[in-house]
């Protein structure tokens, strides 16, 4: 089945930087990959998503890429804010005998210092 | 218009007794997931409900674990003889039909966070 890592596991910056959060996934199948964003006490709540016929996405302060050949895609904030503190999970879709099933990487904890 | 639901928000409950944790899905999705997502770790699949199509029991960890959805609509997961490894965040999902060659954004509930003691 899919297994997907992600690092780091934790990621602290100053308001205003950049951060970046790195997933690899293990199935060439796997056709769809979304971020997810869970405040503490919440379920995750999608942020964006990419497919695999599109090597990037940019909504706002927030981008994905994908690199299907190397297997990983990444997430890049900019300009972070306070409120991007969270803890931010990749996941993969579409593999074999899974085209419905998230399999999730173990999140990153973002904390964005004032 | 209201999300996904989750009934308790939190369960205490002794190592070997039953808990029933109930999952209120969006309004028209007919698609459903249970997921448990553990300390530090992310969340794992368990089950997957399609309209009246067999559901996919493939991530149920031991046959003490079970989940009905009944009308279409509501579910409940069912764990028996619960067992402290169970303490965990139990999340309920809900989305459209996917659509063959697409994805539905899959939407959360708050979870339920079950302790055994």
């Known amino acids: 089945g899919e297994n997907v890592e992600q690092h780091p596991s934790t990621l602290s910056v100053q308001e205003g930087d950049s951060a970046v959060i790195k997933c690899t996934y293990s199935?060439?199948?796997?056709?769809?990959f979304p971020w997810y964003k869970q405040e503490l006490g919440k379920g995750p709540q999608l942020i964006i998503d990419i497919r695999s016929n599109v090597g990037e996405k940019k909504d706002q302060r927030i981008a994905v890429t994908l690199n299907k050949t190397a297997k990983h895609f990444s997430l890049h904030i900019t300009e972070t804010q306070p409120e991007d503190s969270a803890v931010y999970f990749c996941?993969?879709?579409?593999?074999?005998?899974?085209?419905?099933?998230?399999?999730f990487g173990k999140g990153t904890l973002l904390t964005v210092n004032p | 218009g209201a999300g996904v639901s989750q009934s308790p928000s939190n369960k205490v409950t002794e190592k070997g007794k039953d808990v029933e944790l109930r999952c209120d899905p969006i309004s028209g999705h007919t698609a459903l997931y249970w997921y448990r997502q553990s300390l530090g770790q992310g969340l794992e699949f368990l089950i997957y409900f399609q309209g009246n199509s067999a559901p996919d029991k493939s991530g149920l960890p031991s046959d003490r674990f079970s989940a009905e959805r009944t009308g279409g609509s509501v579910s409940t997961l069912t764990i028996q003889r619960t067992q402290q490894e169970d303490s965990a965040v139990y999340l309920c999902?809900?989305?459209?039909?996917?659509?063959?060659?697409?994805?539905?954004?899959?939407?959360f509930g708050p979870g339920t966070r079950l302790t055994v003691l």
């Open positions: 996941a993969a879709s579409g593999g074999e005998g899974s085209n419905y099933k998230l399999t």
């Open positions: 999902a809900s989305s459209l039909a996917r659509l063959a060659g697409g994805y539905n954004e899959q939407f």
């Open positions: 199935d060439s199948a796997s056709n769809y």
